[in-house]
């Protein structure tokens, strides 16, 4: 345990994702050390995030407007969707350049270990998207491991009624891993050959 | 393949330690307390990056210090490892493999194959079923490293599932918990592939542990029979596993938990044909356990052209002076054993010794 200041900082950022205490500590003090310019700076874009940062009201990815580029670009065919976990899902498939729809980000996928239910994600939201805009193909490009499975079970069973065509990420992709860590043209694949479900 | 020497720094009871270790049998000798088992240990740990006895590292870094260091070379029929191991009390270990670092348990055990059989074996053939699964999956992983991550990601499908079923709060008749179909596609997947494994792991040795406890137990000290007994069954597998969830899916939501699957798998260890657990006297179900072992190291030989190193830990504890001499005798052929006796007057004929007195090894 350290005074004041400096044990606050540790303290908030090891209440981030992935940061455990010693991690936290080490950026702490790296922070203190350095420059004040460079304090101000990253202070000046996490409050810039937090108030400009929106949600596309479309497609749930992180936007500067209401609508996301994406969704705001008349040259993306609105009848093929493809849906994702998180925003980071969705920058790195549009990496690969092999999608030429829209997305749709779910915010997470089903863990009944943590807590995350199908109310939590924007499931409905989806659904609503398929039927006003005439949606032909909907892509699940969940993640491939787990939990990323089960929901993308769970959205197909939902969309079957529908009758729009439902396709899953070829296999391929490192199983159990994330969307983020493969490579453009591992991705690009998995997505070209991406089968029924 | 053969551990050519072992260093230990602040490993267990032992502050600094070095041995050389020949191709054949090494008898580990001294009284109880004084570090055998934990010689024994280290150079299990070296080679596959766990420890037989404890699932947390904490306790194998000597109290009071930080770090513990293993260093070792095994020469295997095609190549020589330098492995170099640093168990941290707490934060990551690091380990190196001829200087560059693994990031994976398997990368090492797929390169360097040892089995280790100790008294704690015990529990195998007279604990409840869940030891005899998780000797399955220690079997299969032995085999096949690159395995490693089946029996993890059936157990988290397994919690997954359960907590699902049991956070639930629908009523019986109207239907399950939604998503509850998406689990079970998961779990059938998973539970294929880890019923497929251990049947496979099992079928390598089951005649082998046979055989090994008859030449164990001598003529008319009866037989070992094992089978495994899998919670589904049937060709293909998958369908019958989709079956078996379908006709207990009522009987799931009431119970609000998983009641079919790997989870549920036992091995049938029969002795002199009797349900080993329960009936099976001390020396029996010990000579089934060291039995099972050897039976493994016999897999893995087949399986990758070589003997793989073999620790006995105490073998000669549950065993009767007639199944000593039993067991000593064949141990010259199956490459480089190392056993523990707690005295010099056990120390099999022929073996070189290694004398171990409070944390230090007198090499003999
Ligand atoms: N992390 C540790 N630090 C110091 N001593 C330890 C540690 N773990 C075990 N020991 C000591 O090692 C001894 C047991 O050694 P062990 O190898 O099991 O004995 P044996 O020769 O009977 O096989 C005990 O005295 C125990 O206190
Ligand atoms: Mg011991
Ligand atoms: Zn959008």
Known sequence: ?197 | MQLVWLEARDFRNYREVRVELGAGLTAVAGANGQGKTNLLEAMYYLCSLVSPRVSSDLPLVRAGADVAILRGEVATSGSRLLIEVEIRASGQNRVQVNRSSVRRKRDLRRQARAVFSSPDDLAIVLGDPGERRRFMDEAFVANWPAKDGAAPAYERTLRQRNRLLKDWEGQVGSGGPPGLEGWDAELITNGVALTELRAEAVERIRERAASEFEALAGPGGGTLLVAYQASVSGDPLADAFAAALDSRRADELIRRTTLVGPHRDDLGLVVQDLAARGFASHGEAWGAAVALKLALAGALANEIGQDPMLFLDDPFSGLDPARRERLAGGLAERGQVIMSVPDLAQVPPGAAVLGVEGGSVAQE
């Open chain 1, 1 to 197: 345990m350290f005074e004041g200041p400096i044990q606050d900082l540790i303290d908030e950022l090891s209440r981030l994702p992935g940061i455990g205490p010693k991690s936290a500590q080490r950026l702490a003090f790296y922070i203190v050390k350095a420059p004040a310019e460079d304090a101000r700076r990253l202070s000046e874009a996490l409050v810039a995030a937090k108030d400009k940062v929106r949600f596309c009201t479309e497609c749930f990815a992180v936007s500067e407007g209401d609508r996301c580029r994406i969704c705001r670009d008349p040259g993306r065919d609105p009848t093929v969707i493809c849906v994702v976990e998180e925003s980071k899902d969705q920058a790195a498939i549009e990496k690969a350049g092999v999608i030429k729809g829209r997305y749709h980000v779910l915010g997470g996928a089903i863990s009944p270990l943590e807590g995350i239910g199908p109310d939590d994600l924007r499931v409905q939201e989806l659904l609503d998207r398929v039927q006003r805009d005439g949606v032909q193909e909907v892509i699940l490009a969940t993640n491939p491991n787990l939990e990323g499975n089960a929901t993308a079970m769970f959205v197909a069973a939902l969309l079957r009624p529908s009758g729009v065509r439902v396709t899953r990420l070829a296999s391929g992709l490192p199983v159990g891993g994330d969307l983020e860590y493969a490579d453009e043209v591992t991705l690009g694949q998995a997505l070209e050959g991406r089968r029924e479900m």
